[in-house]
């Protein structure tokens, strides 16, 4: 069977001498293997196509039975050139596109889909000064919408209402903690501002005002062990680490 749906590159890597296997997320049928037979020839349809983190229209010829796919054509809508232009931008980029490869279910999800593609929109336009903030709001979103939100309100452990003001974060059990629980763990401790900017965060918002370098090195930190803890099982995830190393 022929699908075409809107898709964008995850990953890509060399398969023999002259193909190509691509993992797709679609918009109509999840997340997607498929070979791209001849793509390194040099009359290749696909030619530079097929690029990480481009968006476009795939022409899969799907068959259930098969876990690889035969991609027929990848025609480019865009592939958002400033991001390669710019080493933050591309590394929140390829740490969003991780986390989709590694953590989305394979059905159909037309939500992570277009928050994938808004998400990489705003990373390409952004001001540079804004670069930082849109990240942590992007990544944040996109583990809240697969599935892996931290608590915020109520204590990750007993379910108490967590009082408004400073608060304890604990990576272990997924979120803010009430005083009682607190009192029996090692939570790091977040000041009144910091956990608004997390909260909002967490929502989507990049309107968080300026983060000097330590304290958004520090919101990078924390969304990236709690990726690690409640997500990755604790597996290495090389573009989410490259993406916390940057300054």
């Not at 903030?133 to 990544?139: K, P, S």
Request: aromatic share 6%; proline share 4%.
């Amino acid at each position: 069977m022929l699908v075409s749906t809107p898709a964008i590159v995850l990953h890509s890597f060399k398969y023999g001498d002259t193909s190509k296997i691509v993992r797709l997320l679609t918009r109509e049928h999840g997340v997607q293997s498929a070979i791209a037979k001849g793509a390194f020839r040099a009359k290749s349809q696909f030619g530079a196509r097929l690029q990480s983190l481009s968006q476009g229209v795939a022409q899969i010829y799907v068959k259930q039975t098969r876990d690889l796919q035969t991609l027929g054509a990848f025609d480019v809508t865009d592939q958002r050139s400033t991001l390669a232009d710019d080493v933050r931008r591309y590394a929140a980029a390829a740490a969003l596109a991780e986390l989709v490869l590694r953590l989305a279910p394979e059905e159909r999800n037309p939500h992570v889909f277009d928050l994938l593609s808004e998400s990489l929109d705003r990373l390409a336009t952004a001001p540079d000064e804004t670069i930082g903030a849109i990240a942590l709001a992007a990544l944040w979103q996109m583990i809240a919408t697969l599935g892996f939100s931290p608590s915020l309100d109520d204590c990750a452990r007993d379910g108490r209402p967590v009082p408004a003001g400073a608060a304890r974060f604990s990576v272990a059990d997924g979120g803010f903690l009430c005083q009682g629980c607190a009192a029996q763990s090692e939570a790091s401790k977040l000041p009144a501002d910091d956990r608004e900017v997390l909260v909002r965060l967490v929502n989507g918002s990049a309107e968080v005002g300026p983060l000097s370098p330590r304290r958004e090195a520090a919101h990078r930190r924390l969304l990236a062990r709690f990726v690690r803890r409640h997500a990755s099982e604790d597996r290495e995830l090389g573009a989410l680490a490259f993406w916390e190393e940057q300054s």
